[in-house]
């Protein structure tokens, strides 16, 4: 039988003080600095970094769907009432076993 998998904090992407040092927040107002709800992406590359091989930048990103006031969809404007900005996340991490 196989042990269960055992939870370990990999990133977090709602630590206040990591997002306030970019001006952004959780909760709250709901203003253009609030991070998105829904992350939909992630993509890997090296960091190219002689000194730490391991380490790796990892990318998130959180589109608007198409909520902005000023869109074009199949040729026809639209004006969905509100703008929400898509959003990137960068985490440099390190993953020993990738390599």
């Known amino acids: 039988m196989l042990p269960p998998a055992e939870y370990v904090e990999f990133v977090n ?14 909760g709250g107002d ?6 998105a709800s829904k992350w939909e992406s992630l993509a890997i ?8 091989p391991d380490d790796y930048f990892l990318f998130t990103f959180a589109d608007n769907d198409y909520i902005t006031s000023n869109g074009i969809m199949l ?3 639209y004006d969905a009432g ?7 996340l960068v985490f440099r991490v390190t993953l020993p076993s990738l390599g």
């Not at 992407?13 to 959780?26: A, I, K, P, S, T």
């Not at 709901?30 to 991070?35: A, V």
């Open 45 to 52: 590359a090296s960091a190219k970094d002689d000194d730490n």
């Open 30 to 35: 709901d203003d253009e600095k609030l991070i």
């Open 82 to 88: 509100n703008d929400i900005d898509n959003q990137v």
């Open 13 to 26: 992407y709602l630590d206040d003080d990591q997002l306030e040092r970019f001006g952004l927040h959780n």
């Open 75 to 77: 040729g026809v404007p």
